[in-house]
């Protein structure tokens, strides 16, 4: 039997292929769909009103996953997180540049981050970091027009053959139950939270 690509040259179709056996094995993830699909991005990244980092600290700390409330910037845990406990550190004012916070609104952020640091040591005990921001679309920012500073917690090998070959992560926690244990261990670290005017 000939090869559909031997009789027209043309290169085969995923249709010809169904059914046919191959070596790989594989791991549907359909919840991430809605990401992909731009679930929960704004349409218009400069409106505050679409922005769900304006959104969030309006709601309930548990339902929009707020770890902590400052006065200028608040934590908040991602929502399709990289690895576990994979926290975003916002302002809450609606302000797209690093360049572009105040003095009191950037001292916050790092206070924020040095603190999210110990918080996660000390609930998660991860092997490393990785933290940092990425500025516009083009810098691989989801919500280009809300300044989000990211803190990824890291484990030995946990970027392993899921993530490499299989484009999956494993995440063994609820978002809920990741963001209970940070908030109270922010307590037990750094007292309650100071009072802010935009909950």
């Not at 791991?27 to 699909?37: G, N």
């Not at 399709?80 to 952020?109: D, F, K, M, W």
């Not at 999956?168 to 926690?173: G, I, N, R």
Request: glycine share 8%; with cysteine.
């Amino acid at each position: 039997m000939n090869h559909p690509e031997q009789e027209g040259s043309t290169p085969e179709s995923a249709d010809l292929l169904a059914g046919v056996p191959d070596a790989l094995q594989r791991l549907w993830t359909p919840y991430r769909m809605v990401y992909i699909d731009g679930k929960d991005k704004p349409s218009d990244t400069s409106s505050p009103q679409q922005c769900p980092f304006c959104l969030s600290p309006q709601r309930d700390d548990e339902t929009a996953l707020i770890t902590r409330r400052g006065r200028y910037a608040y934590t908040i845990l991602n929502l399709y997180p990289y690895n576990p406990g994979h926290l975003l550190v916002c302002s809450y004012r609606h302000v797209s540049a690093y360049g572009a916070t105040t003095e009191q609104e950037s001292a916050e952020i790092a206070l924020l981050t040095k603190q999210a640091l110990a918080v996660i040591e000390k609930v998660s005990r991860p092997a490393g970091y990785n933290i940092g921001i990425n500025q516009g679309e083009v810098a691989g920012a989801g919500i280009a027009g809300h300044l989000h500073q990211h803190i990824v917690p890291r484990w030995q090998g946990d970027s392993n053959f899921l993530p490499v070959v299989g484009r999956t992560k494993a995440l063994p926690q609820l978002l809920s139950d990741t963001r209970a244990l940070f908030a109270r261990a922010w307590v037990e670290l750094f007292g309650p939270a100071q009072e802010d005017n935009h909950a």
